[in-house]
């Protein structure tokens, strides 16, 4: 709980002197809405420019100590505790965001899109078009495009993924929990898995791994190996495969996606 507490002060005391906006937000509210408004608002931002405070279910673990201060045992209970969504604008990924408990072992989800990724790409090339949400509506140069989307896949790129994630949780998140003295001293170091959720304007399906119109589940990171990630196959796997393992936030696997398409918000909102 005391690291809890100084997470929460150290992050709003340096939000304060940089002039990063901290809201807290109700369960229901749209929190990827809330900060693509505040980026209408305010274009020529960059870097961390939201942090949206919400309480979610995590595990908290409860040490119990002798009088000599040894370690006796340890106590895993669900409780209800704050969540940190950091709202970060990449140069390459467009906006991120990296949801973090404040509470050890400070698990953190790190939300990205793909569309952003080509988008900002296409800006770099000067490819015009325009996009709607998540989707590209009118585009010149579809071919161009296509060329920037398909730099995703490429073998050269592979562990393109850790390296965004590791631009920002570290420096941006991680050290209102442990500065970077002390991330070093300690040898804390994220692992992560993958969960690729992909959605259709058109298509609506009760049990995904059995319907060949859903698209092949593709390893997001371009290789994977590359980069030291445990990939889980899960929420839209390729036809014929096993069934995917359950989701422990929110079950997808007897979901019925809406129309209009599940966004990120809503990826977030559920976990």
């Known amino acids: 709980m005391r690291m809890a507490g ?11 002197a940089n ?9 229901e ?15 020529n931002i960059r870097g961390l420019f939201l942090i949206l405070v919400g309480r979610a279910v995590a ?14 045992n340890l106590e895993a209970k669900p409780r209800y505790i704050n969540h940190y969504c950091f709202h970060i604008l990449d140069p ?3 906006h991120i965001t990296i949801k973090m408990s404040g509470h050890p072992p400070l698990g953190a989800q790190i939300m990205l899109n793909g569309h952003e990724y080509v988008a900002c790409r296409a800006r770099k ?40 994630c590791e631009r920002w949780i570290y420096t941006s998140c991680l050290c209102f929990a442990l500065d970077l003295k002390d991330q070093q001293s300690s ?9 690729q959720v992909e959605y259709s304007r058109n298509l609506i399906f009760h049990l995904g791994w059995t319907d060949g119109a859903v698209p092949d ?24 495969l096993e069934p995917p393992r359950p989701c422990g936030h929110m079950d997808l696997n007897h979901a019925r996606l809406p129309i209009p398409p599940l966004r990120l918000s809503d990826w977030e909102a559920a976990c």
């Open 187 to 195: 040898g804390f170091r994220y692992q992560y898995s993958i969960y």
């Open 19 to 27: 002039q990063v906006p901290v809201i807290e937000c109700r369960r």
């Open 29 to 43: 509210e749209d929190k990827h809405g809330i900060a693509e408004e505040y980026l209408k608002i305010h274009p």
């Open 92 to 94: 390459d990924w467009g």
């Open 59 to 72: 595990t908290v673990w409860t040490v119990h100590r002798s009088r000599g201060g040894v370690i006796l």
């Open 6 to 16: 100084h997470f929460g002060r150290r992050m709003r005391g340096w939000a304060k």
């Open 217 to 240: 589940w593709r390893d997001i990171s371009s290789g994977g190996g590359g980069c030291d990630c445990q990939i889980t196959k899960g929420l839209v796997p390729k036809k014929g």
């Open 125 to 164: 090339v000067a490819i015009p078009f325009t996009k709607e949400g998540n989707c590209f509506t009118i585009v010149s140069k579809p071919a161009d495009l296509a060329k920037v989307a398909d730099t995703l896949s490429e073998a050269r790129n592979t562990g393109r993924l850790r390296q965004v």
